[in-house]
């Protein structure tokens, strides 16, 4: 691979690795990490192993239903398991939904222009408007600051056994899914295993997949023959439907 790296700063002052792959075309993929010790051709790999992982698991809930539900039981959720703190996600959401408001101010206070021949009236309602405006945008700078300090200060995750009795919460039984998802992978695995040897036939190797999922989903009849069929001897023939 053709790699290489330089440092980039955020906008927060964030310092990062920036990590570049340049393709054949022309093409380059960017990778941003904090990871300073990793060599590059590591850094590189993982990302793209992470996009075959990403690949997996879209194909494995569109063709076989990974996410599906499999059961309505439910089981308590392990006390030490830490989960988000419903207080966290409180100010996290006032901090978004004022940080919104504070952008449509913003936005609304750019596009006010004083245009020319405007009576004194009209001037004076001009100015009053955007004073206003300031003023409303300014008491909401006051409120983000507020809220992020209040943020900064709660934990971001607690465990179950610190949430209130109220918000506590149970979560679906696991057993029955891991056994269903275990087959599943079993099965993505004997597919794999025909789509490597259709490959070997097949002008477009890209459509062996493709195929393979063609001939499951296609019906047909299954006529058993025994051994004396084979030899030409009248035995009794058991079809049966697929």
């Excluded at 063709?63 to 989960?83: A, F, K, N, S």
């Excluded at 949430?163 to 998802?181: C, S, V, W």
């Excluded at 195929?211 to 035995?235: K, P």
Aim: aromatic content about 8%; glycine content about 4%.
């Amino acid at each position: 691979m053709k790699l290489s790296e330089r440092g980039t700063r955020l906008s927060n002052d964030l310092w990062l690795r920036e990590v570049r792959k340049l393709t054949d075309s022309g093409h380059q993929t960017a990778m941003l990490t904090t990871n300073f010790s990793a060599a590059m051709p590591i850094l590189a790999a993982s990302m793209f192993a992470r996009w075959c992982q990403e690949n997996f698991f879209r194909y494995m809930r569109g063709q076989y239903g990974l996410d599906r539900l499999v059961e309505y039981g439910t089981e308590l959720v392990p006390d030490i398991t830490e989960v988000v703190n419903p207080q966290w996600r409180r100010l996290d959401s006032q901090i978004r939904s004022k940080t919104g408001q504070r952008q449509r101010l913003h936005a609304k206070f750019g596009a006010m222009v004083l245009s020319e021949g405007l009576s004194e009236d009209e001037v004076q309602t001009y100015e009053r408007r955007k004073g206003e405006l300031q003023e409303e945008i300014q008491h909401l700078d006051i409120e983000i600051d507020q809220l992020k300090q209040q943020r900064k200060q709660t934990l971001h995750h607690i465990p179950v056994q610190s949430l209130p009795e109220e918000e506590r919460f149970t979560r679906l039984r696991t057993e029955r899914k891991h056994f269903l998802d275990t087959i599943k992978m079993i099965a993505y695995r004997a597919e794999t295993s025909l789509v490597s040897i259709l490959r070997e036939h097949l002008a477009r190797s890209d459509d062996a997949r493709t195929l393979v999922r063609q001939i499951f989903e296609t019906e047909a009849d299954f006529i058993r023959h025994d051994e004396q069929d084979v030899d030409g001897a009248d035995s009794p023939s058991h079809p049966c439907r697929s």
